[in-house]
């Protein structure tokens, strides 16, 4: 799904030093809907602005809202959590969608969404079980 992420300024531009923060920005790209490992076609290749909102080291929780466009068009919030559940690592993730535009993100993205967060998942879980 996401093949980058980048901490930026406001403008875009890279930063020096890309430890996650709250107030910063972040610029996934590209994010290929649905996942592929390959080329992904023309409206398949996308990216996402973000700004950090949380970063609790503490319960290993992360999450960012997307500011490419005004809310009443289109909001969206992420969060990333790990726990420890029967001894195992628990990964979850969950992304709200809401404004005039989340019903034709629902209609139109939410398979690939969706196959794109298992990807992603499954993907974090190979990385890990490998170091």
Request: glycine letters at 8%.
């Amino acid at each position: 799904m996401s093949r980058g992420q980048t901490i930026t300024d406001k403008s875009g531009n890279p930063l020096p030093d890309q430890t996650p923060a709250v107030g910063q920005y972040l610029l996934i790209a590209p994010v290929h809907l649905p996942p592929t490992m390959g080329e992904p076609g023309w409206f398949q290749k996308q990216s996402a602005f973000e700004k950090i909102t949380t970063v609790d080291h503490e319960n290993f929780r992360v999450a960012w809202v997307n500011i490419a466009l005004p809310k009443f068009l289109l909001s969206a919030e992420r969060w990333q959590a790990l726990s420890v559940v029967d001894g195992k690592t628990k990964y979850e993730t969950v992304e709200v969608f809401g404004g005039l535009a989340a019903y034709i993100v629902k209609f139109f993205m939410y398979q690939k969404l969706v196959l794109g967060f298992n990807a992603q998942a499954e993907g974090l879980k190979k990385y890990a079980e490998r170091t």
